[in-house]
């Protein structure tokens, strides 16, 4: 891979670690749909005290199926085969472009020290991320 594809990839990785950003790469809809369909069946079976029973396993049963499905954002970044990341940075290069660096170091510390384009470059990652890989983001607290 490419030097500059490899500083991109590593400033998307800090700006998205010193964020706590994880996602949830296609799994969230399944656990939603999963407490959503068994508070659906408890009220068809039960009435209202069917729903909040079959919401509560469902909700629990949802919360099993995805457990471990949350992934930090560097993580996933790094497992990106080399033509997504050679995609996303592309996207990156377009806000970098008029920007000169010589490490990833250096380009690390014009990005964070310039809040416009730190906020641009973390609004292209999360919207490649979120479009490209069908991913969720969450902020870690």
Same mark, same amino acid.
């Given at each position: 891979?490419?030097?500059?594809? $490899? $500083?991109?990839?590593?400033?998307?990785?800090?700006?998205?670690?010193?964020?706590?950003? *994880?996602?949830?790469?296609?799994?969230? =809809?399944?656990?939603?749909?999963?407490?959503? #369909?068994?508070?659906?069946?408890? =009220? &068809?079976?039960?009435?209202?005290?069917?729903?909040?029973?079959?919401?509560?396993? #469902?909700?629990? &049963?949802?919360?099993?199926?995805?457990?471990?499905?949350?992934?930090?954002?560097?993580?996933?970044?790094?497992?990106?085969?080399?033509?997504?990341? *050679?995609? &996303?940075?592309?996207?990156?290069?377009?806000?970098?472009?008029?920007?000169?660096w010589t490490d990833v170091a250096q380009l690390t510390t014009l990005v964070v020290g310039n809040a416009s384009l730190q906020q641009q470059v973390?609004?292209?990652?999360?919207?490649?991320?979120?479009?490209?890989?069908?991913?969720?983001?969450?902020?870690? $607290?």
């Open positions: 891979m490419s030097p500059r594809i $490899d $500083d991109v990839m590593r400033l998307c990785c800090e700006l998205s670690a010193n964020q706590q950003v *994880k996602t949830a790469v296609k799994h969230s =809809g399944r656990g939603a749909l999963t407490a959503g #369909g068994l508070a659906f069946a408890g =009220g &068809l079976v039960g009435g209202p005290l069917g729903i909040a029973v079959g919401g509560a396993v #469902g909700g629990l &049963l949802g919360c099993w199926m995805t457990s471990g499905q949350f992934k930090p954002l560097p993580q996933v970044i790094m497992e990106m085969s080399p033509e997504q990341q *050679k995609r &996303l940075y592309e996207e990156i290069m377009v806000i970098l472009a008029s920007v000169k973390t609004a292209a990652l999360l919207n490649y991320i979120h479009r490209e890989l069908q991913a969720e983001v969450h902020y870690v $607290d």
